[in-house]
């Protein structure tokens, strides 16, 4: 017989927005047995950030249920059983495989049909692979990419397997700098490997979209970042790329060659190549921009009953004028409340209004960048002291404000001013000013 579960509300994913929208619909007044989260994973909703820092530590790292959302946002921690008193229907370890959104229903891997009033979207990404750059044998056991629980397991069992033994990482973006710096914190050699001059740095001539983001780094900024890792025994190998893998007779992964002629020895290598949103259930049923799922400022796909959130939608950031597909935590926490208002009561909810936030911990050192990278870069402070930042200036005005090492108040100071846009004259001005621009404004 046609089995058919209906909910009024149903978020597909489960993950870093899907959690935040459970906290949300709960606080909205959602009654028990009508929502429902699916999600392939296996686990509720926890706070991934946490898989290449925290997860990643020699002594008491972190583990479930510790990191489970909202704890993230110093909310409410949402275990399974948080989610069984709110009558919240988890189904965990399952995809789902097709969805029609004209008949408003879901297609389960195990043969279960779902319909819903109301759908969430919040399908995140997954880890682009090697072999999509033309790179085969990425499937070996100590060949690890970063994702999800499962990933970061496998990571941890590899890393403990070669203890003192290289490790190598590909690809020069957050995966790959908190990755390298969380092995190094493991006593495991490392050596880093990416295309560009330096790290989370400007460069379009490697990504895997036309449009993709540029990257935030400047040089100056990588410089200090790419010393400080070189003080802790991690090697750079810029400018270059993994072109195969030498394998023993095990199938394990024993070197990597590299496209300007060297090899590496390793005993492990992580991989982190960027990733590509989850759209393909909704490819030729919903308009798709920038790689993602296209929304309005309510977080509304172009069709009526369905929102999407996180990673995966690409949505009007006010303050730029256009749109932007985020791959930032920070945006899948807001844009879920934001949707989940929006669903919950139209009337009063506006449109989400956001100011892009990303942010990194590495050994003792911690960034928060707020806005746009676009423009020209002042840079402030003292590069040696450990507290320095730039701001970006774009059409006279201030667009992206960068710090590492602040204090609370500061990084309040610098996202406050960045949302004010304020013009911006004398640019050497400015970086005399350095912090205190921010903190007078
Ligand atoms: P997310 O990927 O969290 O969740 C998607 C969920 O959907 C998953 O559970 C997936 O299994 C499920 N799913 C997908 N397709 C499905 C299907 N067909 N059926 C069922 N389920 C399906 N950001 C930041 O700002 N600061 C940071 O320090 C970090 N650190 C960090 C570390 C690591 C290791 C990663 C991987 C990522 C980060 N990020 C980050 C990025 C941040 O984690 C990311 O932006 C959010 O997780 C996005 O949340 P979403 O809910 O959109 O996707
Ligand atoms: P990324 O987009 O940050 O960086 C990808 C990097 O891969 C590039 O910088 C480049 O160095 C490299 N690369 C690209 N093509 C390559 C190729 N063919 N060969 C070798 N190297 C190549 O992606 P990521 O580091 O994989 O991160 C994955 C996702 O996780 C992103 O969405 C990121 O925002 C998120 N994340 C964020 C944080 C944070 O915000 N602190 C931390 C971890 C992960």
């Known amino acids: 017989a046609d089995l058919v579960r209906a909910f009024v509300y149903v978020i597909l994913g489960g993950g870093v927005a899907a959690g935040y929208a459970a906290l949300e619909f709960t606080r909205k007044g959602v009654s028990p047995g009508e929502l429902c989260i699916i999600s392939e994973e296996p686990v509720a909703p926890y706070e991934r950030p ?4 925290g997860f990643l530590l020699p002594e008491s790292p972190a583990r479930l249920p510790s990191f489970h959302t909202c704890v993230g946002a110093n909310e409410e921690r949402l275990t399974p059983k948080w989610y069984k008193e709110h009558g919240i229907e988890l189904v965990l370890g399952t995809r789902v495989k097709s969805v029609d959104v004209r008949r408003k229903k879901l297609l389960t891997a195990t043969g279960e049909t779902i319909s819903y009033k109301i759908l969430l979207i919040a399908t995140g990404a997954r880890a682009l692979k090697l072999e999509e750059f033309g790179v085969d044998g990425s499937e070996a056991e100590n060949v690890c990419y970063l994702r999800d629980l499962a990933d970061a397991n496998g990571l941890v069992n590899v890393m403990q397997s070669c203890s003192s033994g290289n490790a190598v990482v590909i690809g020069g973006g957050y995966i790959g700098m908190e990755c390298a710096a969380s092995l190094a914190i493991n006593k495991i050699n490392v050596t880093l ?5 330096h790290c989370i740095c400007l460069s379009k001539s490697y990504s895997f979209f036309d449009e993709a983001v540029a990257r935030l780094f400047t040089p100056k900024i990588a410089s200090y970042y790419e010393e400080y890792y070189q003080s802790k025994g991690v090697k750079f190998v810029k400018g270059t790329v993994l072109t195969s893998f030498e394998f023993d007779s095990s199938g394990k992964v024993m ?4 496209r300007d002629g060297s090899q590496l020895p390793a005993d492990l290598v992580v991989v982190g190549i960027g990733i590509r949103p989850n759209t393909s259930l909704f490819e030729g049923q919903l308009t798709l921009e920038k790689g ?9 796909t172009s069709n009526d009953s369905v929102y999407a959130v996180g990673d995966v939608a690409a949505f009007p950031v006010k303050l730029f004028g256009e749109t932007r597909r985020l791959e930032h ?6 844009s ?3 949707a989940v208002a929006a669903i919950m009561e139209p009337k009063k909810s506006g449109e989400f209004d956001y100011l892009p936030f990303f942010y990194s911990r590495v050994f003792g050192l911690s960034w928060q960048f707020y806005g746009d990278n676009v423009g020209e870069a002042v840079h402030f402070g003292d590069y040696s002291s450990g507290t320095f930042g730039a701001y970006w200036i774009s059409k006279g005005h201030l667009v992206g404000s960068f710090l590492e090492g602040g204090t609370k108040e500061e990084y309040e100071a610098i996202a406050k001013a960045t949302s004010l846009k304020p013009p911006v004259e004398d640019l050497a001005e400015l970086g005399q000013q350095g912090l205190n621009f921010a903190l007078t404004i």
């Open 50 to 53: 946490a898989l290449s820092k």
């Open 193 to 197: 490997v990416f295309p560009e001059v």
């Open 255 to 258: 070197a990597v060659n590299l």
């Open 292 to 300: 993602g799922i296209k929304v309005n400022g309510k977080m509304q």
């Open 329 to 334: 935590v920070d945006s899948a926490r807001k």
């Open 336 to 338: 879920a409340k934001h």
